[in-house]
């Protein structure tokens, strides 16, 4: 099952993008996540991390790219249905070998406005392995 994540990018260039996620009740896996209290997940919330860092990735035109490490990941405030995640991912050097690293950060943006930090991090991406 694939989840698109990143419904709009506002912004992107060579090394940055910003992105917008809208969260809505008619997302299928909040039914179970949390009942009675439904949450963006936040594996899903890394996921737009890493489908915001592929737009980037794209302007390169080098192919298909995958999550390789993740590091410091913090999360922070819950995204609720109604709210949107606001991400915004930089590129940060050219990392090892054939990886790329970048910096991730989402905003919850609650009455148009951006609020708390739902999550932080560094991670790498890489292409995936052959065989």
């Not at 969260?23 to 991390?49: K, N, Q």
């Not at 298909?64 to 405030?77: C, F, K, N």
């Not at 690293?101 to 943006?109: D, L, W």
């Not at 009455?111 to 890489?126: I, Q």
């Amino acid at each position: 099952m694939h989840f698109a994540l990143i419904d709009t990018v506002l912004e992107l260039d060579d090394s940055r993008v910003l992105a917008v996620k809208n969260v809505t009740r008619a997302e299928e896996y909040l039914g179970d996540h949390f009942p009675g209290f439904p949450v963006l997940p936040g594996v899903f919330m890394l996921e737009a991390l890493v489908q915001a860092s592929r737009r980037l990735l794209e302007r390169s035109g080098r192919g298909e790219w995958v999550l390789g490490e993740v590091r410091a990941l913090r999360y922070g405030s819950f995204v609720r249905p109604g709210e949107a995640l606001r991400v915004e991912v930089t590129a940060e050097g050219d990392g090892e070998g054939a990886s790329r690293s970048f910096k991730g950060v989402a905003s919850v943006i609650r009455g148009g406005a951006a609020a708390e930090t739902a999550v932080s991090g560094r991670f790498t991406m890489r292409p995936p392995r052959v065989g």
